[in-house]
Structures are given as C-alpha cells and as structure tokens.
C-alpha cells in the first residue's frame, strides 16, 4: 500500500511537471531597467500565476530570521548552539548563495521578494525614503492579500524599503540590538502571526568594527544565538512550533572588515529550514537567496508570482527539485 502511494505521488508530480504552468513552465518577463535614483510604485503588481504546484498546506505560519553578515563557518566557529541544535533536525546547506552586489538592503530584498535586483530595483544600500519601496510583488504583499498577519522585526531601519507599509502589519525598527529585537518579537508571537521576519544586525557591525571572524564578531553572533533560543522558546510555549516553518539564513558573508564583493566569503551563505515536512540532513541542490520567499509561499501553500526568480527548496521535503531556468540573478557591475 506505501509503495503504491509513493507511485501514484511521483506520477502525479510528473504529470504536474509536465503540463501548462506546471514545475516545468516559467514566464521569464524583461523588465524595463529602473535607475536607483527612481521612486518605484507604491502599488504592487498582483500575482497573476503559479510557477509550481501548490501543495497541501503543510505550514501555518513562516518565521525567517536573519543574521546580518554570517558566514557559515561562524556558526561553529562563535560557536551557536541553538542553531547548531536546530541544524540537527532541519535542512540545511552551508554554501548557499547570496546576490551580487553582496550588500545589506538590497540582498535582504531579494530574499523576501524572491527576485533578483534587476527586477526589484532597489540598487542602494542606504536608507533613502524618497526611492520608495522594492518593486514587484514580494512575499508580505502575497500572505498579506490572503488574510496573514504579517511582521517585520529589524535592527536596521533601510530594511522598510523592502516592503510597502500596505502589506505588513507590523513594522517595528528596534535600534537597541538584539535584546529588544527579541522582546519585540516575543511580543508579536504570542500575537500570533502568519509571516514574520526577524533581522539580527550586530554581527555585521562587529564585522564592519572588528573584521569578520574577529574574536568581537563571533562573540556578537553567540549573542544572536541567544536571541534565536528565545524565539524558539516562545514557539513552544505557544505550542506553535511544530505547525511552524522556520527559515535561518543571511544577506551575505565578509572579509576583513568589509563585504560587497564577488569573493566567496561576500557571496556564500548560511540556509537552514525546519519544521512541518522538513526532511533532515544536508541539502544536495543549489539553494539562492531569492529561494527563501518561495519556500516560504511554497508551504503556506499560496501562489508563487510568475516573475520570481526564487524557487521552492523542494528538496527539504524530500520532493523532486524544482528545475532552476539559466543563472541565478545573473550579476551586472
């Protein structure tokens, strides 16, 4: 009876594979290039198609947490051990990849709106109100439209222009580290939520300060770590932890005191997934930055926009792996 399922359940992914719109067929629209210096629209582009089957909702909400700046051989190396706990029953790879430049705002960008800088055009790494916000449809304005709460906890206020105030419920810009970042955060889990992001930044200003690697940075990390075993605390204390995806990952890595380069120390990052489905163990396929969105649309069983570039690490729920279309966000000097 098992082996006839798993036969019926690859047939139909085939199937799925194969037709119109199905894993296989990916619109690839040329946008228009937008200078940096230009506001981009407030009003997002509704998603007008799915780029993979939508499963059966195995998600009831998506935690992404970010740690500025880290590089993978931080987390052993700091060491993390709430994350090297969570590594243990999760999926995970530590060489995946960030975009190109490899720099805060725009990276973060791209891994909440599953698309590369040329189509969201945020191309600065400052905060500047008068630009605007990230062009396209990112992952709140889609949970959003579908009735989740949705949450952005950051520790670096440029990090507003990735999404429209519209679409997130709560934005909440804690200058204080991660301390009250934590507290924020707690706050809003006991809430409730359907989508939160949850930026750490103190690595990174160590970095910048001390270096990357630095006895000052690791130590900052440790902290992060800390902050992150109390997000899991109080998932458990709400009993939300097993009907919750929980994402790990970073905007870039760096080198000496500085980041922003094609140099695999800049560009190789941190990917880590647990929760309901997740299969544990080392992830085997190529995992970008822009993936992180469309997993998370992926469980929460909502449509994927026809225009990402991200696509679901179906890999990590022991599922075949999504074809991946030409280079990932090809880079431009």
């Known amino acids: 009876m098992k082996t006839t399922r798993i036969i019926f359940i690859v047939t139909l992914l085939v199937l799925l594979a194969c037709a119109p719109g199905g894993l296989l067929s990916v619109s690839t629209p040329t946008p228009s290039p937008v200078p940096a210096s230009a506001t981009p629209s407030l009003t997002p582009i509704p998603p007008t198609a799915t780029i993979t089957p939508t499963p059966r909702p195995l998600a009831k909400r998506v935690l992404i947490v970010s740690f500025d700046g880290l590089r993978p051989d931080a987390i052993a190396a700091a060491p993390m051990p709430n994350l090297l706990e969570l590594m243990k029953t999760s999926a995970y790879t530590l060489s995946a990849q960030t975009i190109f430049p490899s720099v805060t705002l725009p990276a973060h960008t791209s891994m909440l709106s599953g698309l590369c800088p040329s189509k969201h055009s945020v191309l600065w790494n400052e905060y500047v109100p008068e630009n605007g916000y990230a062009l396209g449809v990112d992952l709140f304005d889609v949970a959003h439209a579908a009735g989740l709460r949705t949450v952005m906890i950051v520790g670096k206020e440029k990090l507003r222009q990735i999404a429209e105030p519209a679409s997130t419920d709560v934005f909440d810009y804690e200058k204080d580290g991660e301390v009250a970042i934590t507290k924020a955060a707690v706050k809003e889990i006991k809430q409730g939520f359907g989508v939160m992001f949850v930026h750490f930044p103190s690595g990174d200003f160590a970095g910048h300060e001390f270096g990357w690697m630095s006895k000052k940075q690791l130590e900052a990390y440790v902290i992060g770590d800390a902050a992150l075993g109390n ?6 204390e709400k009993k939300l932890r097993s009907s919750t995806l929980i994402i790990i990952t970073s905007d870039h890595g ?3 005191k500085t980041h922003g380069l094609d140099r695999p120390e800049d560009m190789t990052i941190p990917w880590i997934v647990s929760g309901p489905g997740v299969v544990p163990g080392s992830l085997t396929s190529f995992v970008h930055t822009t993936d992180t969105a469309a997993t ?6 909502l449509p994927l926009p ?12 022991g599922l075949p792996i999504v074809p991946r279309i030409g280079e990932a966000c090809q880079r431009t000097r």
Do not use: I, N, Q
């Open 254 to 256: 760096g080198y000496k």
């Open 306 to 317: 026809a225009e990402w570039d991200g696509r679901p690490v179906t890999e990590a729920f």
């Open 231 to 236: 997000l899991l605390t109080a998932l458990d």
């Open 296 to 301: 998370a649309l992926f469980m929460l069983g």
